[in-house]
C-alpha cells in the first residue's frame, strides 16, 4: 500500500506559476513511476508527466518547457512546477504512484484554478 498526499495547489493569474508537491509514504520502495495527471471540468483525465525512479521523465505536449517534473527519492516526493500557467491549465491535478508490480496509487486530488 502507498499513500500520497498532494500539496501546493491554488489560484493563480495567468502567467504565474505554482508548485506542486506529492509525498508518498507506505510500501515506497515498491515504486517505479510518478506521474501527474490532471482533469478538467467536462474533459477527459490526462496524463500531464511522469518521472521513473531512475529520473526519465516525459510530458504531455501542451506542457512541455512550462512544466517540469522532479523526484527527491530521499524523501519520496515528487514535484511538479508549472510556469506560464494558462486558463487551459485549470483543472484538479492527481499524483499517481505505479509500482513495479503495475498496482496504481493515486492522491486526493489538488485543485489548480488560473484566471485573472
Known amino acids: 500500500q502507498v499513500q500520497l498526499v498532494e500539496s501546493g495547489g491554488g489560484l493563480v493569474q495567468p502567467g504565474g506559476s505554482l508548485r506542486l508537491s506529492c509525498a508518498a509514504s507506505?510500501?515506497?520502495?515498491?515504486?517505479?513511476?510518478m506521474a501527474w495527471y490532471r482533469q478538467a471540468p467536462g474533459k477527459q483525465r490526462e496524463l500531464v508527466a511522469g518521472i521513473t525512479s531512475g529520473g526519465t521523465t516525459d510530458y504531455v505536449e501542451s506542457v512541455k518547457g512550462r512544466f517540469t517534473i522532479s523526484r527527491d527519492n530521499a524523501k519520496n516526493t515528487v514535484y511538479l512546477q508549472m510556469n506560464s500557467l494558462e486558463p487551459e491549465d485549470t483543472a484538479v491535478y492527481y499524483c499517481?504512484?505505479?509500482?513495479?508490480?503495475?498496482?496504481?496509487?493515486w492522491g486526493q486530488g489538488t485543485q489548480v484554478t488560473v484566471s485573472s
Open positions: 507506505g510500501s515506497t520502495v515498491s515504486i517505479n513511476v
Open positions: 499517481v504512484a505505479v509500482l513495479h508490480t503495475l498496482n496504481r496509487y
